[in-house]
């Protein structure tokens, strides 16, 4: 559950990014965020795991107030949350499994569990056979698959996705949404920024549209 | 347990990592820390030997009350007891003047002719006062020297007492200075250490933000630039060490004789193991001090967007 009450944000202090959001996504849902550039889909995300600071208001994910957790506390609250980004933040000199296996590394899970989370997660978007690949070796749409194993090889609970598909082709695109189409039905909240009008359209989820901070339809 | 070896194993391979991937910057700090220890370790060689010196000197001191010629049998009775009385006094050997100038001649027998035209004896006689082997041994001579001073029958006192307050004085001196530019160099090599962290640090904050956003602790992010800042520290002052004693094998080998001469038979030391030990915790001290100004600056900076 997301629940945001009368966030503002602004950069350097009088650049509007967010102006009084509120929205509440549930439990178990699939929804887009969409707007043109600009608009404060990055924002809205990365104020959902505490990348950013918001300046106002209240958040609240998996029932917790993201805006009074200590700095040194937020691996807490990041670890209930898988990203993915458009550009996919691979690592380029790790491997496809080392970059899926550092999020489990990061949390102190076993070799064993390590191996096999790793290797499943890989098999999820049909990639178990890269796993010795490094990024720069493989095509866009399968980097973006890589990132969606590493967003999900620790199972969280939401998992938030900047314009995953925004450097694909319309076919990768559609198998990307696949893979978070799956993700959802084994429960995982899925918030999905995205500014293809098309794909939203097509999937028929809900959907909230910001325009310059603002919310202009949820 | 198994977690946190596993968790070290990682942390250790990451340094490793770091280390190689900064290769070049690495060697110029590694070398610079090794500098700056040499600079203080030799300085500390010397100032050890100095401080062995004085503990050696100070060991033979002791005291002559010279007496006035006109004294008394029972004053120089009574300032006997006084003398043999004091607790910290060993032995008390009364020199009478004949035995003095004999002593006297026979040691500057090689001016015989200019000693046999004196027809005087000009010394008066002393007691040669023997004080135990204490820590404060010279405070001990120096205290009762004062007390003996005002006593009848007393001309004067010896006891070296003026080179040995100056000797005291430049060792007081040199230790202020020791940790002077001990404590200089261990500041600068913070801020030298600190920039290769920061380096390091710059060269992978991708990954850094990374693991930050998937969950890491910031005790998991810190830990393998800490131990890459105390390696390298360590490696420096390792070095350090193997190059005092380069110079200290080759000056006992060249300048032997001349030291045992100074040292009055004591051979010219190196520092000590507990002294190397801690020349090796402070540059470990310095180098996580060093990465630990960098990478808390590096994550306060992601922490306040």
Known sequence: ???????????????????????????????????????????????????????????????MNIGKIKERNLYLLRRTIGVVFQDYKLLPHRTVFENIALVQQV??????????????????????????????????GEQQRVAIARALVNSPKILLADEPTGNLDPE??????????????QGMTVVFATHNHELIRKTNYPYIALNRGNIVRA | MIQTVRNLAVHFRTTLNNLKSNRQVSFVTIAT???????????????????????????????????????????????????????????????????????????FSAKSEF?????????????????????????????????????????SLEYGEKWIGRFEKFMIFLKVFLLAIGGLLGLGLIFIISNTIKLSLYSRQDEIELMLMVGATHGYIKTPFLLEG????????????????FVHLHMKLQFQDTLEAIARGGGFLFVSFSQ???????????????SYLSINQFL?????R
């Open chain 2, 115 to 155: 000693l046999k035209s004196l027809e005087i004896n000009p010394l008066p006689a002393s007691f040669n006062v023997q004080f135990k082997q204490t820590r404060d041994r010279v405070e001990k001579i120096r205290q009762f020297a004062e007390t003996l001073r005002k006593s009848p029958g007393v001309e």
């Open chain 2, 33 to 107: 820390i090794a500098i700056a220890f040499s600079i203080l370790g030799l300085f500390l060689v010397v100032f050890v030997n100095l401080d062995t010196f004085l503990t050696t000197w100070s060991r033979e001191v002791q005291l002559v009350v010279y007496l006035e010629d006109a004294i008394s049998g029972k004053e120089r009775e009574s300032l006997e007891r006084v003398i043999a009385g004091n607790p910290e006094v060993e032995s008390v050997a009364f020199v009478s003047r004949e035995t003095a100038w004999e002593n006297f001649k026979s040691t």
């Open chain 1, 107 to 140: 949390v102190g899970a076993s070799y064993r569990a390590l191996k096999a989370r790793t290797w499943e997660a890989l098999k999820s978007v049909g990639l178990s056979h890269k796993k010795d690949a490094y990024p720069l070796q493989l095509s866009g």
């Open chain 1, 1 to 63: 559950m997301i629940q945001l009450y009368n966030v503002f944000k602004t950069y350097g202090g009088n650049i509007p990014a967010l102006v009084d959001v509120s929205l509440v996504i549930r439990e178990g849902a699939f929804v887009f965020v969409t707007g043109p550039s600009g608009a404060g889909k990055t924002t809205l995300l990365k104020i959902l795991f505490r990348w950013e600071n918001f300046d106002s208001g209240q958040v609240l994910v998996n029932g």
């Open chain 2, 300 to 304: 306060n900076s992601i922490q306040k």
């Open chain 1, 172 to 185: 990768i695109a559609h198998d990307i949404v696949k893979l978070f189409e799956r993700a959802n039905e």
């Open chain 2, 276 to 290: 190397v030990l801690f020349l090796l915790l402070a540059s470990a001290a310095v180098g996580w001090a060093g």
């Open chain 2, 230 to 245: 105390m390696a390298q520290a360590l490696i420096g002052a390792l070095i350090s060490v193997g190059v005092i004693k």
